[in-house]
């Protein structure tokens, strides 16, 4: 600041904080509601979860996918292993679910660029409709030949 700046325009800050005036020697009504709130609701809710989730540490459940094991194909059991007939066919049709849903989405990819591009979608949406072609042909290839029907 200039040494001679005006006292009237920038006047020194008060060296104490006000003390608040208050206007009635009554308590807050806001304040005594949220501690009631607090002491009666919040607190004894908020401690039963925690007691609860202490208990269940060693349960806790996993929200990813479940991790199966591969098994080898129908072919490659042996006669008479009615496991490995089990296993195979109910790994086959599990790949057959997540293969038909990676063609719904790659689907619907291909109708949201189609609507997005109009007429000229052919052009402008080649890799989609070459990704969609794709899936179709490995799809039909695989399961066209082999020995169980999907469910």
Known sequence: MPKDHDKDVYPEPPSRTPVEDRQSSLPNPALILSKLF????????????????????????????????????????????YVCYYEAEMQWRRDYKVDQEI????????????????????????????QFEQSINHNTLFYKYHLFQPS
């Open 38 to 81: 607090y002491y009666s609701v919040d607190l004894p809710v908020t401690t039963f979860r925690d007691i609860v989730e202490g208990i269940q540490s060693g349960k806790k459940s996993h929200y990813y996918h479940q991790k199966f094991r591969r098994v080898p194909e129908l072919t490659q059991c042996q006669e008479g292993d």
């Open 103 to 130: 063609v719904k989405v790659i689907q619907e990819r291909l109708r949201a660029c189609q609507q997005r591009e109009g007429p000229s979608y052919s052009q402008n949406c080649y890799k989609e409709l070459q």
